[in-house]
C-alpha cells in the first residue's frame, strides 16, 4: 500500500488545517501520526475501516476529528484551533502496512 500524504502548512494559533492521506487500495483501520522534531512519532487519530469507532490523544481531543471515505481512498484529518505544540510532520498509517509515506509538514506560529 503506498500512503500520500497532504494538506500541511504554516498557520497561526488558533487556524485550521485538513490533511489528506490517499491510499494506493481500500486500507482497514487507519490512524494519523506526528513527529516533532528530537521527539518520538506518536499516535494522534485512529479510526476504524467503517469509521464507526474513532479515538484521540487526549491533547487534540475537541479539536481534531478523523474521518475517511472509502471510495475515495482517503483518510482525513482536520484540525482546528491549532497550537505551537501540534507543530511536527504527520503520517497516515496502517495495521500491516510495511512502509511509511513521506509525511506532510504542519507549523503552528504563535
Known amino acids: 500500500v503506498q500512503l500520500v500524504e497532504s494538506g500541511g502548512g504554516f498557520v497561526q494559533a488558533g487556524g485550521s488545517l485538513r490533511l489528506s492521506c490517499t491510499t494506493s487500495?481500500?486500507?482497514?483501520?487507519m490512524a494519523w501520526y506526528r513527529q516533532a522534531p528530537g521527539k518520538q512519532r506518536e499516535l494522534v487519530a485512529a479510526i476504524s475501516s467503517g469509521s464507526r469507532v474513532t479515538k484521540y490523544e487526549d491533547s487534540v481531543k475537541g479539536r481534531f476529528t478523523i474521518s475517511r471515505d472509502n471510495a475515495k481512498n482517503t483518510i482525513y484529518l482536520q484540525m482546528n484551533d491549532l497550537k505551537p505544540n501540534d507543530t511536527a510532520v504527520y503520517y497516515c498509517?496502517?495495521?500491516?502496512?510495511?512502509?511509511w509515506g513521506q509525511g506532510t509538514q504542519v507549523t503552528v506560529s504563535s
Open positions: 487500495e481500500s486500507t482497514d483501520a
Open positions: 498509517h496502517g495495521p500491516g502496512i510495511s512502509s
